[in-house]
């Protein structure tokens, strides 16, 4: 049985753009998260890191090792916005 080279081209053309589609996608999703790869699966206490994480440092997936935090993280919490009774 002969191949049909005629469909190798449209073949490679939509096998390349489903790669290019997919690299772009991953490209896209990491230049969002600052090189890092995409979290999954995110829990109550990745929440609140990353809510730390964007106080500390304005991204969500910014991370700082110096000691002392900036000026105005002691009341920037949530939990200063609620009501007490």
């Known amino acids: 049985m002969p191949v049909p080279w005629e469909a190798l081209i449209p073949f490679g ?6 790669a290019a589609a997919g690299t772009l996608l991953n490209v ?3 230049a ?4 890092k ?3 999954y699966h995110i829990d109550s206490w990745d929440e ?3 809510d730390r994480d964007r106080r500390l440092t304005g991204h969500l ?3 700082s090792s110096n000691p ?3 000026e105005g ?7 200063y916005t609620e009501a007490t009774s």
Do not use: D, H, I
Request: charged share 15%.
């Open 13 to 18: 053309l939509l096998t390349s753009m489903f």
């Open 37 to 39: 790869p995409v979290r």
């Open 28 to 30: 896209s999703k990491r």
């Open 32 to 35: 969002q998260n600052q090189g």
């Open 73 to 79: 993280f002691e009341t920037s919490s949530a939990w």
């Open 61 to 63: 997936r910014g991370q």
């Open 48 to 50: 609140m890191m990353m």
């Open 68 to 70: 002392v935090p900036p």
